[in-house]
T-cell receptor, first 115, second 111 residues
Framework: AQTVTQSQPEMSVQEAETVTLSCTYD???????LFWYKQPPSRQMILVIR??????QNATENRFSVNFQKAAKSFSLKISDSQLGDTAMYFC????????????FGTGTSLTVIP | DGGITQSPKYLFRKEGQNVTLSCEQN?????MYWYRQDPGQGLRLIYY???????QKGDIAEGYSVSREKKESFPLTVTSAQKNPTAFYLC??????????FGNGTRLTVT
């Protein structure tokens, strides 16, 4: 079975600073996908970034980037120039490839951006 | 615009009553899912369906039932057998090897 671990239940960062959220996962699969989702107070789940395991290059989306360490099974999210609107729960998720439709979520990290 | 619609946003029921949560998508996605979210526990999978007329139990299916008669619709029934039904419920859909798209959720309160 796949497991996803987010070891930081809560974090805070000053506005305009950089913060890194940690995620590790356990799998014997070689083909898989990793995601970070954001859940603001509205509780809408929003896809932040995705990473295909077969790609060595780390994904980036504007101020969001990941550090994907496949051998270490680590998938951290870096948020640069933090904004108040980044305040949210952040969930790391794993999806197996091929079968393609089973997702596993971590327990989330609550991020607060301090003005 | 395409998306996933969950209704209602808030739902209140008396203990012992069954209740059905609606989920409709117009994204033409094959797979649909129901998740339950409780504080500090992330998202837990209740049921998922990869094609019409077929669905699979997730990690916490006891006390829940689903149907998938149409590609667009995946309603979830919370039965009286569910011991602790008060929670936030999220419906999602996806294509194969693609991210989940989520609805806005339904907050169910059972008293």
């Amino acid at each position: 079975a796949q497991t996803v671990t987010q070891s930081q239940p809560e974090m805070s960062v000053q506005e305009a600073e950089t913060v890194t959220l940690s995620c590790t996962y356990d799998t014997s699969e070689s083909n898989y996908y990793l995601f970070w989702y954001k859940q603001p107070p509205s509780r809408q789940m929003i896809l932040v970034i995705r990473q295909e395991a077969y790609k060595q290059q780390n994904a980036t989306e504007n101020r969001f980037s990941v550090n994907f360490q496949k051998a270490a099974k680590s998938f951290s999210l870096k948020i640069s120039d933090s904004q108040l609107g980044d305040t949210a729960m952040y969930f790391c998720a794993f999806m197996r490839g091929h079968t393609g439709n089973q997702f596993y979520f971590g327990t989330g990290t609550s991020l607060t951006v301090i003005p | 615009d395409g998306g996933i619609t969950q209704s209602p946003k808030y739902l209140f029921r008396k203990e012992g009553q069954n209740v059905t949560l609606s989920c409709e998508q117009n994204l033409n996605h094959d797979a649909m899912y129901w998740y339950r979210q409780d504080p500090g526990q992330g998202l837990r999978l209740i049921y998922y369906s990869q094609i019409v007329n077929d669905f699979q139990k997730g990690d916490i299916a006891e006390g829940y039932s689903v149907s998938r008669e149409k590609k667009e619709s995946f309603p979830l029934t919370v039965t009286s057998a569910q011991k602790n039904p008060t929670a936030f419920y999220l419906c999602a859909s996806s294509m194969t090897n693609s991210p989940l798209h989520f609805g806005n959720g339904t907050r169910l309160t059972v008293t």
